[in-house]
């Protein structure tokens, strides 16, 4: 085995001594390598370039970080604003709502009283109030009224009339 040794080791400097003199100095020497720094610039100078753009990076992350706080706190003010109107509109919906029941209970006694009016009258007078009130209204007050007086009223009235005022009963009892 050291024969094969030997040949092999004789065979290397055989091959560095005709290789060119750069080339055998730099076998042995282990290989560095040069900082991709711009040859111009010293070790020192490159350190203070680099604190440099350190700073002027966190300058700029400072403004865009207050810019940040000030769109924050416009936003905070449009929510809380938003929230006060949706809290008037809620209150105003149900003030909207209370009066919408109040109109409607005020409306419904008042077509009662109208029919109990109309059905003390005489049929022949209380049709025609009828015939010149809203066919809605007409049909509110005669559904409001008991069924016979209703029914000696709308004997009364043209049949034209009385058909459409009937079809309206049905559908609104």
């Known amino acids: 085995m050291t024969f094969k040794y030997g ?24 290989e560095t390598k040069k900082p991709s720094a711009p040859q111009d610039i010293k070790p020192g100078e490159l350190d203070l370039e680099i604190l440099r753009d350190v700073e002027r990076r966190n ?10 706080n000030k769109k924050e706190q416009k936003l905070k003010l449009l929510e809380a604003d938003i929230e006060k109107q949706l809290a008037e509109f809620k209150a105003l919906q149900v003030k909207i709502e209370e009066s919408i029941a109040l109109r409607s209970d005020l409306e419904i006694k008042a077509v ?39 029914g000696r009223i709308l004997a009364v009235i043209p049949p034209e009339q009385a058909t459409k005022l009937s079809e309206g009963l049905v559908v609104k009892r």
């Open 112 to 150: 009662k009283r109208l029919a109990k009016t109309y059905a003390s009258m005489p049929p022949e007078a209380a049709a025609l109030l009828i015939q010149q009130l809203d066919p809605p209204i007409a049909i509110r007050t005669l559904a409001a009224m008991k069924e016979r007086a209703a």
């Open 59 to 68: 300058k700029e992350l400072d403004e865009r970080e207050k810019l940040l």
């Open 7 to 30: 040949l092999l080791a004789a065979a290397l400097i055989g091959v560095l001594s005709s290789a060119p003199p750069a080339l055998a100095q730099n076998v042995n020497k282990p």
